[in-house]
């Protein structure tokens, strides 16, 4: 018998749980043995992980719960309860759409190999802005596509003008929304008004909107354009459960489009197996509200505080919608991040072409920030 979303919850939780009432007592016992240990300095191998965008808090505690009770008790029954499947239903009904309408994947990382080969070649153009995130860029190049790399705007935005007016034949636009490196966001009347521009100019191209940041983003920054990807074929979504849900391990993301742009993508590249402890991870984040309210709120107040440490010293830094800030350090990125590893603290890679002036930053716990930010005061003093 298949088990339902209440009933896996039920199971999940209430096993694991016992006794606790509620979840906010689990939810302060999980985040105090984490600060515990990073105010103890208990790091990732001894360094503070400032380099790759995963939450510095990891997955909520119900998840982890879930997690712990299906570890002890199904992992060695791959094959029922197709928790695969009932993760494929729960994204289509959480979003109002139709199961068919949604494609899961190991991670977004096939979802961006698999679009640029369906949609890109050496004589349909890959158009991205630079820098952003780079994966589809790259696939580009190994496939040999053309490829149209774009300058951000003065304020580290993505130009969306300017994607549009390279839009004529090219095989696919990419716009990372909130941006990676960056954090800059484009809000909704912009993106819909870029989207229908292009939707009438050049109607064979394909845009990708990658929203693995979203639940980052400022209120009222942005909204999901999930609508205009169910009014227009050539439109699709991806999204991650690797940023605010914390699953970065379990490999877990999603596309959402609609049935034909979904099937030239899984011809053109294969999307992996989502295992039945990802599904079982992802099921529960997917519904624990709570967590990714907490999540975005301790993420908000830990980047402000490092956008104003940098600014207060005068360096510029754009108002960022995600885990991760981008600072014009005015030196390269490659020296910055070594000098900070001299100190057990490791910061992001080179993002051409801003590698000699900019530097990504990564937002950790309340604890290792504050080590972090002593740290790059000494460095940059």
């Known amino acids: 018998m298949k088990t339902t979303?209440?009933?896996?919850?039920?199971?999940?939780?209430?096993?694991?749980?016992?006794a606790l009432s509620g979840s906010a007592l689990l939810s302060r016992k999980s985040h105090a043995q984490t600060r515990a240990n990073h105010a103890a300095g208990v790091?990732?191998?001894?360094?503070?992980?400032?380099?790759?965008?995963?939450?510095?808090?990891?997955?909520?505690?119900?998840?982890?719960?879930?997690?712990?009770?299906?570890?002890?008790?199904?992992?060695g029954r791959g094959y029922a309860p197709d928790h695969?499947?009932?993760?494929?239903?729960?994204?289509?009904?959480?979003?109002?759409?139709?199961r068919e309408n949604v494609q899961l994947a190991t991670g977004s990382t096939p979802l961006l190999q698999g679009?640029?080969?369906?949609?890109?070649?050496?004589?349909?153009?890959?158009?991205?802005?630079?820098?952003?995130?780079?994966?589809?860029?790259?696939?580009?190049?190994?496939?040999?596509a053309h490829t149209v790399e774009l300058p951000l705007d003065r304020n580290l935005a993505i130009d969306l003008d300017q994607l549009a007016d390279n839009a004529g034949g090219a095989g696919m636009l990419y716009l990372c929304n909130p941006n990676n490196?960056?954090?800059t966001v484009q809000g909704p009347a912009a993106v819909e008004a870029f989207v229908r521009r292009v939707m009438e100019e050049n109607p064979e191209t394909y845009i990708h909107i990658d929203e693995a940041y979203i639940y980052y983003a400022r209120p009222g920054a942005m909204e999901t354009a999930l609508?205009?990807?169910?009014?227009?074929?050539?439109?699709?979504?991806?999204?991650?459960?690797?940023?605010?849900?914390?699953?970065?391990?379990?490999?877990?993301g999603f596309a959402m489009a609609q049935p034909r742009t979904l099937e030239k993508i899984r011809d053109a590249w294969g999307m992996g197996d989502v295992n039945m402890l990802g599904a079982v991870a992802a099921l529960t984040a997917l519904e624990d509200h709570d967590h990714?309210?907490?999540?975005?709120k301790e993420n908000a107040e830990i980047r402000d505080e490092a956008i104003a440490f940098f600014r207060d010293l005068g360096y510029e830094a754009p108002d960022s919608n995600t885990n991760h800030i981008f600072v014009n350090l005015r030196m390269p990125a490659a020296r910055f991040r070594s000098a900070c590893l001299e100190h057990n603290v490791l910061v992001g890679r080179d993002f051409a072409p801003l590698e000699q002036s900019?530097?990504?930053?990564?937002?950790?716990?309340?604890?290792?920030m504050a080590v972090a930010l002593d740290v790059f005061r000494k460095v940059l003093a």
Request: net charge positive; glycine share 10%; aromatic share 6%.
């Open 5 to 18: 979303r209440r009933g896996f919850g039920t199971i999940a939780i209430g096993a694991a749980v016992g």
């Open 43 to 75: 790091y990732d191998n001894s360094i503070i992980q400032l380099n790759q965008n995963e939450s510095a808090r990891g997955p909520g505690p119900k998840t982890m719960e879930a997690i712990r009770a299906h570890t002890s008790t199904r992992v």
């Open 84 to 98: 695969v499947g009932e993760l494929h239903q729960a994204l289509a009904d959480h979003y109002g759409i139709d």
């Open 115 to 144: 679009s640029v080969r369906a949609f890109c070649d050496a004589d349909k153009a890959l158009v991205t802005p630079l820098p952003t995130y780079t994966t589809s860029l790259s696939t580009a190049r190994r496939i040999g």
């Open 181 to 183: 490196p960056t954090g």
């Open 227 to 252: 609508p205009l990807a169910m009014e227009y074929e050539n439109v699709f979504i991806t999204r991650s459960f690797s940023k605010a849900h914390g699953l970065a391990g379990m490999r877990i």
């Open 292 to 296: 990714i309210a907490w999540e975005a």
């Open 358 to 368: 900019h530097s990504r930053i990564s937002l950790g716990s309340r604890e290792e």
